[in-house]
């Protein structure tokens, strides 16, 4: 069976890779265990998945800010990287006016400027996600669209969610809030070093990552680079839809 390796979400899990698999059935979708390490150790993530595999080239996949750490490790390892797939991915900050337009503007800004606040907020997410998961996503999703609203409904996903929540609010709050301050700095620079064809898949209704994200990576990935928009998808559908 082929395998993909991949890297979550932030606030995510390795669950997060459930939901790529149900579109994929005849592929092994390999979380990577990212919030084991800080970003700058990401590509550690990925040699401890292949330490009892074969050489052969690896197809990385990335979702949202996991889009981050997937273009690192690429650059990290242009040898072993063959292809490089990324979904609902979060670009850096600095390639466009993105941040009105992101549902996590609030968290992202206090990254920025208020770095203590947002500790503070990462503990009250993380004793709210303990009393009432349910309502920690139900404030998560509250600006996303028909498409995302309806995912909340769906068991299997709210389990995906609830895995998330758990992870990176919880038991992992410090890795978690170590990828968001990560993701706020300035990173462009590993974008032209990035060796591999790369595809994109973004949906046109994306409040989280603006779509705008994939067009600014896909300039500078150049020519190597497929841009696919779903219509009429969010971030988390698109995830849902991505046939690798």
């Known amino acids: 069976m082929r395998k993909i390796y991949f890297c979550h979400g932030t606030p995510g899990s390795a669950a997060d890779a459930d939901l790529l698999a149900r579109a994929n059935p005849g592929v092994e979708i390999v979380a990577l265990d990212l919030l084991q390490y800080p970003p700058e150790l990401a590509h550690q993530a990925l040699t401890d998945a292949l330490i009892s595999e074969s050489d052969e080239p690896v ?3 990335g979702f949202s800010i996991g889009a981050m750490a997937a273009i690192q490790i690429a ?7 063959a292809q490089l797939t990324l979904i609902s991915p979060a670009a850096p900050l600095q390639l466009g006016d993105f941040l009105p337009h992101m549902a996590g503007k609030p968290v992202f800004d ?4 208020k770095p203590k606040l947002l500790r503070a907020l990462a503990v009250f997410q993380g004793v709210l ?3 009432s998961p349910r309502l920690v996503l139900n404030m998560l999703f509250a600006k996303c669209g028909p498409m995302e609203q309806e995912l909340l409904q769906d068991p299997d996903f709210m389990q995906a969610m609830g895995t998330a929540l758990q992870e990176s609010f919880i038991n992992r709050r410090e890795a978690n809030l170590s990828y968001v301050q990560a993701y706020v700095r300035d990173w462009r620079d590993a974008l032209p070093r990035v060796q591999c064809p790369v595809d994109l898949w973004h949906g046109s209704k994306d409040g989280w990552s603006p779509p705008q994200m994939s067009v600014a990576l896909q ?10 928009e779903v219509e009429d998808s969010e971030h988390y559908s698109t995830l849902r839809q991505v046939k690798l």
């Open 59 to 61: 197809h990385l996949a």
């Open 219 to 228: 300039e500078r990935f150049g020519t190597s680079c497929t841009l696919h």
């Open 75 to 81: 650059v990290s390892h242009p040898d072993r990287i």
């Open 110 to 113: 206090l990254a920025i400027k």
């Open 129 to 131: 996600s303990r009393v």
